[in-house]
C-alpha cells in the first residue's frame, strides 16, 4: 500500500449518529469499532481552507533556506554525545518509533517493545511520562505541535490518545480490525490518519475519538459486501514502480516536491512528484535494511536509520554522515530544530543524541 501512495478508491458510507448520542467519549473511553461519524461539509471545508494556507505559506517560502541552518560543513562534524538506555524495559528490549514535539524539539517521543510510551525532555535528560496502556508494542508515535497531547499506534489494533501532563489515556480510538502500522497528524492538528493490516485507511477526531471515515482499495477485494461505494473522487492519484521488495519506509520532503522511498531491496529512492519520476537511486550495502527516512524541516538534508545512520545532502545526494553506534536494528531517525541536533533510536533500546 505504501509504494501505491493512493488515496484508496473504496469508501465506507458512514451511518447517521443519532443525535442523542454523546459526541465525546469520556476519558480514556473507546469507540466502538464500526461507528463512523461522517465527513461532514465543515470538516471538508476545513481541510480544504488548511490546504490554501499551506500551499500560500509554501509559496512564500520558495527556495529560501533559513539562516539558522546548520551548515553541511558543521553537520559533518557530528558525533555522538549522549546515549540513553534507560526509558524503556531491558527485560523486553526496543524502541520501536520516534517522534519529536514540532514546537519543541528537546520533547522527545518514544514508543517501545514493552507496550509503553515515553515522553522525554533532552535538556534535563528527564522522563516527563511514561504512558501505559496498550496490550502490545507500540510501533508508531506522534507529537500535537500545539497541544500536550501525544498519540500511540499498536498491534493491538488501537490508537491511543494521550494527555501528557496528566500522564493518561484520553481516549482510545478502535478504527481498525488489525494491526495499526500508520499514524499521522493533519496539519490541522484535529485529525488523524491511520492505516492497517486490515488493509482500511482511517480518518478520526482527535478531541471525539470519533472514526469519520474509512477507506479502501476497492480493486484488493477487502471490502465489506455493502459497505462499499464508488467515489470518482477517491483516484489512484500516481503509481510508483521500481522497487523489488516490500516497501519499509516513506517521507516527504517539505517542499512538496520530492518523495523518498525505502524497501528491503537495499535501496532509497528519490521521486519528483511534479513529474512522477525516480530521479535518484541510493543503492545500498547488500543487505542493508532501512526502517526510518525522514527529511529535515527545510528540506536540505535527508536522514536513514536501519543497519545503521546515513545523513545524506539534498541535490547532491552525497551522504556526509555515518554512524554506527547502535548494536542493533536502528529504528527511528529524526532532526532537532535547524538540524542543531540528530536523534535516534534501535532495538538496543537507546536513544541516542548527535551535535558539535
Known sequence: ALATLKPQAGLIVPQAVPSSQ???????????????AGMTPEIIQKLQDKATVLTTER???GKTVPEELVKPEELSKYRQVASHVGLHSASIPGILALDLCPSDTNKILTGGADKNVIVFDKSSEQILATLKGHSKKVTSVVFHPSQDLVFSASPDATIRIWSVPNASCVQVVRAHEGSVTGLSL??????????SDDQ?????DIQTGRVLTKVTD???????????EPNPERTNVANFPGHSGPITSIAFSENG???????????VKLWDLRKLKNFK???????????????DQSGTYLALGGTDVQIYICKQWTEILHFTEHSGLTTGVAFGHHAKFIASTGMDRSLKFYSL
Open 218 to 228: 476497492e480493486s484488493s477485494g477487502c471490502g465489506k459486501d455493502g459497505d462499499e
Open 22 to 36: 454523546p459526541n465525546v467519549a469520556g476519558a480514556g473511553e473507546s469507540m466502538e469499532l464500526g461507528e463512523l
Open 186 to 195: 493533519h496539519a490541522t492538528g484535529d485529525y488523524l490518519l491511520s492505516s
Open 200 to 204: 482500511y485507511w482511517a480518518f478520526s
Open 281 to 295: 537511486t541510493l543503492q545500498l550495502e547488500n543487505n542493508f535494511e532501512v526502517k526510518s527516512l525522514i527529511f
Open 257 to 267: 516536491y520530492y518523495l523518498a522511498t525505502a524497501a528491503d531491496d537495499s535501496s
Open 59 to 61: 509559496k512564500k517560502r
